[in-house]
Every structure is written in C-alpha cells, then in structure tokens.
C-alpha cells in the first residue's frame, strides 16, 4: 500500500462549479497534511496545511481531515480556469513528507 | 537568496558519468528535503535532513544515490554510474520545522533537469 494515495484523474469540472479532491495516507501517526499545487512545468507551492480534524477554509479553499478514516480532502469553490493545475497531497511522517502522485484538475470556461 | 536555489537547472550527462547536484536552502532554514519527479509523476521521496540529525534516507532507490549536507546549509546529491532511468526533475525543499508536533511550509528550488544519454 502506498503511503499517500490519490486519484490522477483527470477530473474536469466546469468554470463556477465545486472541485472535490481527495487523498488517503496509510500512516495513522501522521500529524501534518498538506496541499500543493503545481503548474505545467513548474514547482509546486502550498495552498494549505491542516493539523486537526475537522475543516478548514481559506478563501475559495477548504481542507478536510478525517484522521479516523486517514482521509483527506480539498474542496475549490468557483473553479476558476487558472486552477488547472495538478494538486498534490503530502503528508508528514516523522521525518519526511511524503507526497502522493497528484490529482490533475481541469476546469473549462 | 530569497528562495531555495539549486544548480544546474539543466543537466545532460553520458550514461555511467557522475553527476553532483546542488541545493541552496532558505537562509536558517533546517529542514531539506530532495525529491525526484519523473515526466507526468509525482515527487519520489529521496532523503530528508534535519538539523544534526541523522538523515532519513529510506527514499534512496540505490547505493548509486548519496547525499551530503555540509554546514547545516548547501547539500548536494550525488548519483554515480548514471542510467537512463535517472533522468527526472530533482527538487529540492527546506522548512523551518517549529516543534515536534507542527510544521511549517516547505518552499521548492526550481530543480534540476537531469537528461541522462
């Protein structure tokens, strides 16, 4: 079983709508989740961490973690074309981060 | 710097040459991490340094692989004998953990293109 799974989609909403990415982490001592995007031929950068369980929300960003079902989740509200991009799921061990192999997000104008 | 550096950007290299690749972490930054990104991949965990700490160097995929970290600052990754399957993106990231429970964002160089021929 791999450490941090993701769906690689393509998952394809259309502009305005709700993009539900989500990812699974094998390790049930893992304290910190992250999420990043990365565009096309570029590094990725964070867009949210979440320690607890419960939501958290940041702007059109909201993250989820259920640590009992070691679940998380990132919810992008009126997608919007410039958030094409792949969305990659880390989690933090205790020492390294371990990232899954990313979501790629289509949104159409 | 501003940001996490690293050089070469671009690598072409003869298959079974030695290649050494360098990563200038954020200033007082402790954590620094490298990474492997194969074309349409995600980032293969390589190895992860912490301060004094001893490395975690379970992500090493073989003995041709080593990393260094002199000063507590620059690292360099090492990969002798080079192979086709070597070429990828190598990234690298430092972090400024605060405390056994939290952590803070890791902020990526650009990488290093490695085209091994």
């Known amino acids: 079983q791999k450490e941090v799974e993701q769906n690689s989609g393509p998952l394809s909403v259309p502009e305005g709508a709700i993009a539900s990415l989500n990812c699974t982490y094998s390790?049930?001592?893992?304290?910190?989740f992250f999420w990043y995007r990365q565009y096309s031929g570029k590094s990725p950068e964070l867009i949210m961490f979440i320690y607890s369980n419960g939501d958290k929300e940041d702007g059109r960003f909201t993250a989820q973690l259920n640590k009992a079902s070691q679940y998380v989740s990132l919810l992008i509200r009126d997608s919007q074309p410039s958030d094409s991009a792949t969305y990659l799921c880390a989690v933090k061990r205790r020492t390294a981060l371990i990232f899954g192999k990313g979501t790629t997000l289509s949104v159409s104008s | 710097g501003a940001g996490v550096s690293q050089s070469p950007s671009n690598k072409v290299t003869e298959k079974g040459k030695d290649v050494e690749l360098r990563c200038d972490p954020i200033?007082?930054?402790?954590?620094l991490y490298w990474y492997r990104q194969s074309l349409g991949q995600g980032l293969e965990f390589l190895i992860y340094?912490?301060?004094?700490?001893?490395?975690?160097k379970s992500g090493l995929p073989s003995d041709r692989f080593s990393a260094e970290r002199t000063g507590g600052s620059v690292s360099t990754l090492t990969i002798q004998r080079t192979q086709q399957e070597d070429s990828a993106v190598y990234l690298c990231?430092?972090?400024?953990?605060?405390?056994?429970?939290?952590?803070?964002?890791?902020?990526f160089g650009q990488g290093t293109r490695l085209t091994v021929v």
């Open positions: 390790d049930r001592g893992s304290q910190s």
């Open positions: 200033s007082g930054h402790t954590a």
């Open positions: 990231a430092s972090s400024s953990p605060q405390g056994a429970s939290a952590d803070t964002e890791a902020f």
């Open positions: 340094f912490q301060g004094n700490s001893a490395p975690d």
